[in-house]
């Protein structure tokens, strides 16, 4: 059974850092793209990053370039990300997912509970 | 503002049909494939179609996905109390090198 946990999350100040992880087992996760998705609350979805099996390329939505960093660790079967200069507007639910197939860069068939952040003086 | 324009709210009586739009452009929903989700309250989001058209294992096929053009929309048949929640669309934007979403779409069964 595929299984996403992602922990890491918490109340941090404007400005501060977090680096949240996703434990994933259940398939072999050095085949698989990986990605984070966020959704503040009460608004939609919004896709934040996502990593290529070997973590030779990496993708950020425009608003967390520069202040996100998206990693792979396949050893540990384990996904991270590394939120510096935090602001207000990334205060969220952050989802680990997982494409349908081992080339999905979307088609997010498996997703984890979610940890929020929260990011407030 | 999302990339990708869906309608925010739609409804239908139980045992009706049901369509959302999602509306985009050359760069995603015209030269990519487009997926749908479905969110309940307090969930994460569920994969109801992918690749346009596809459904995954275990989803009914009171739901189907269609496109044309720069647009995609998700058919729900049969309605059911169950069926209301939020309703993604998404799929890659070529120029701009990522995911994309739709703004999201309530669905309200009356």
């Known amino acids: 059974e595929v299984q996403l946990v992602e922990s890491g999350g918490g109340l941090v100040q404007p400005g501060g850092s977090l680096r949240l992880s996703c434990a994933a087992s259940?398939?072999?996760?050095?085949?698989?793209?990986m990605s984070w998705v966020r959704q503040a609350p009460g608004k939609g979805l919004e896709w934040v990053a996502n990593?290529?099996?070997?973590?030779?390329?990496?993708y950020y939505v425009d608003s967390v370039k520069g202040r996100f960093t998206i990693s792979r660790d396949n050893a540990k079967n384990s996904l991270y990300l590394q939120m510096n200069s935090l602001r207000a507007e990334d205060t969220a639910v952050y989802y680990c997912a997982r494409g349908l197939h081992s080339s999905s860069l979307h088609n997010f068939l498996y997703w984890g509970q979610g940890t929020l952040v929260t990011v407030s003086s | 503002q999302s990339v990708l324009t869906q309608p925010p709210s739609v409804s239908a009586a139980p045992g009706q049909k049901v369509t959302i739009s999602c509306s985009g452009s050359?760069?995603?929903?015209?030269?990519?494939?487009v997926s749908w989700y479905q969110q309940l309250p307090g969930t994460a989001p569920k994969l109801l179609i992918y690749?346009?058209?596809k459904r995954p294992s275990g989803i009914p096929d009171r739901f189907s996905g269609s496109k044309s053009g720069t647009s995609a929309t998700l058919g729900i048949t049969g309605l059911q109390t169950g069926d209301e929640a939020d309703y993604y669309c998404?799929?890659?934007?070529?120029?701009?090198?990522?995911?994309?979403f739709g703004g999201g779409t309530k669905l309200t069964v009356l």
């Open positions: 990593i290529k099996q070997d973590g030779s390329e990496k």
């Open positions: 050359s760069s995603n929903i015209g030269n990519n494939y």
């Open positions: 690749d346009n058209n």
């Open positions: 259940g398939f072999t996760f050095s085949s698989y793209w």
């Open positions: 998404g799929t890659w934007d070529s120029s701009l090198s990522f995911v994309v």
